[in-house]
Antibody, heavy 118, light 111 residues
Framework: QVQLQQWGAGLLKPSETLSLTCAAY????????WTWIRQPPGRSLEWVGQ???????SSNPSLQSRVTISIDSSKTQFSLKLNSVTAADTALYYC????????????WGKGTTVTVSS | QSALTQPASVSASPGQSITISCSGT?????????VSWYQHYPGRAPELLIY???ERPSGVSNRFSGSKSGNTASLTISGLQAEDEADYYC???????????FGGGTKVTVL
């Protein structure tokens, strides 16, 4: 069963760039779509964006101009960059795998807490 | 405010059944059978319980079931157990501005 391990900087200052990476181990990487989801403190889950094997991406329009998602299939990794962060970007960020043709997430990383504070 | 509307909390005694509703619109739940449900314990990653409205991943207890009527999806937990005390989120594909939208979450308390 595939497992996702994620990492990245947990404390940022306003205007800096958030950078997270997620690696898939123990299962197939190809053929899947991979996604990022976040949860601000005390709030619900929010879809950030996704990338498929061809490198085609889509992201939440509320974040679109600041989001870059990339994939490195040779390393079975995908990454999220969110630039010009503010306190509103403070959240628990999850990477996840999208179950084929279901728009549901069947495998999740453990999450990375990102705090934006001056 | 979340795109999908869930009750903030639901409580019941062990052994009882509960149903959590998830209200959307014709842009999401009403037009697509792409509703999923997640169980989330604080400090842990969410777990997929239901996908495509009624499908259950292998390993998920058959005490969890999903359904949909019109613009509203529902998650039923039967034979409630203490371990079911967690937050539950619905999610749906949307033809709106984002690919998927989530509900605000429902905290289930086992009395």
């Amino acid at each position: 069963q595939v497992q996702l391990q994620q990492w990245g900087a947990g404390l940022l200052k306003p205007s800096e760039t958030l950078s997270l990476t997620c690696a898939a181990y123990g299962g197939s990487f190809s053929g899947y779509t991979w996604t990022w989801i976040r949860q601000p403190p005390g709030r619900s889950l929010e879809w950030v964006g996704q990338i498929d094997q061809s490198g085609s991406t889509s992201s939440n329009p509320s974040l679109q101009s600041r989001v870059t998602i990339s994939i490195d299939s040779s390393k079975t990794q995908f990454s999220l960059k969110l630039n010009s962060v503010t306190a509103a970007d403070t959240a628990l960020y999850y990477c996840a795998r999208v179950l084929y043709r279901s728009y549901s997430m069947d495998v999740w990383g453990k999450g990375t807490t990102v705090t934006v504070s001056s | 405010q979340s795109a999908l509307t869930q009750p903030a909390s639901v409580s019941a005694s062990p052994g009882q059944s509960i149903t959590i509703s998830c209200s959307g619109t014709f842009r999401d739940i009403g037009s697509y059978d792409l509703v999923s449900w997640y169980q989330h314990y604080p400090g842990r990653a969410p777990e997929l319980l239901i996908y495509k409205v009624t499908e259950r991943p292998s390993g998920v207890s058959n005490r969890f079931s999903g359904s949909k009527s019109g613009n509203t999806a529902s998650l039923t937990i039967s034979g409630l157990q203490a371990e079911d005390e967690a937050d539950y989120y619905c999610c749906s594909y949307t033809s709106g501005s984002a690919f998927v939208v989530f509900g605000g979450g429902t905290k289930v308390t086992v009395l």
